[in-house]
T-cell receptor, first 117, second 112 residues
């Protein structure tokens, strides 16, 4: 079974600064996807960024980028120029890419990010 | 276009009762998944449906059941409610089972 570990329950960053959230995962599969989701107090889980395991290039979405280290099974999220609206719980998630699999998401326990003005 | 909609927003039940939660996917999305999120934890997978067929089931007891209708909306049923069933229940939809999942705002279920 796949597992996802987020070892930082809480992180804080000064507005306009950069912060990195850590995530490690365990799998024996070679085809999979990794995601970062953001969950503000409004509860809705919002997709931040996605990485396909077969792609060596790290995904980037505006101020959000990832550092994907496949051999180390590490998938960190970097938020540049942090804004007050970035404050939320961030979840790292894994999904199998195998044909016939249920394709469900396996989530980590989350990192609560606070942005200080 | 409307996102994933879930109803009701909040629900209070007592132990032993039964509850039905509803989810309408994004228009055109054929896959619906259900997750349980206990306070302070990440969501746990319950069910996935695609084209009205169950494609996956998480490690939940038989008290939990679900179905998907011809219009791709879905219901999650939980029987014989326990205090431990208190959680946020999230529904997610995707175009196919292989596409990124988009979540609704969830239903907050409280068991007294």
């Amino acid at each position: 079974a796949q597992t996802v570990t987020q070892s930082q329950p809480e992180m804080s960053v000064q507005e306009a600064e950069t912060v990195t959230l850590s995530c490690t995962y365990d799998t024996s599969e070679s085809d999979y996807y990794l995601f970062w989701y953001k969950q503000p107090p409004s509860r809705q889980m919002i997709l931040v960024i996605r990485q396909e395991a077969y792609k060596q290039q790290n995904a980037t979405e505006n101020r959000f980028s990832v550092n994907f280290q496949k051999a180390a099974k590490s998938f960190s999220l970097k938020i540049s120029d942090s804004q007050l609206g970035d404050a939320a719980m961030y979840f790292c998630a894994y999904r199998s890419g195998l044909d016939g699999s249920a394709r469900q998401l396996t989530f980590g326990s989350g990192t609560q990010l606070t942005v200080l003005p | 276009d409307a996102g994933v909609t879930q109803s009701p927003t909040h629900l209070i039940k007592t132990r032993g009762q039964q509850v039905t939660l509803r989810c309408s996917p994004i228009s055109g999305h054929k896959s619906v998944s259900w997750y349980q999120q206990v306070l302070g934890q990440g969501p746990q997978f319950i069910f996935q449906y695609y084209e009205k067929e169950e494609r996956g089931r998480g490690n939940f007891p038989d008290r939990f059941s679900a179905r998907q209708f011809p219009n791709y909306s879905s219901e999650l049923n939980v029987n014989a409610l326990l205090l431990g069933d208190s959680a946020l229940y999230l529904c997610a939809s995707s175009l196919t089972s292989n596409q990124p999942q988009h979540f609704g705002d969830g239903t907050r279920l409280s068991i007294l």
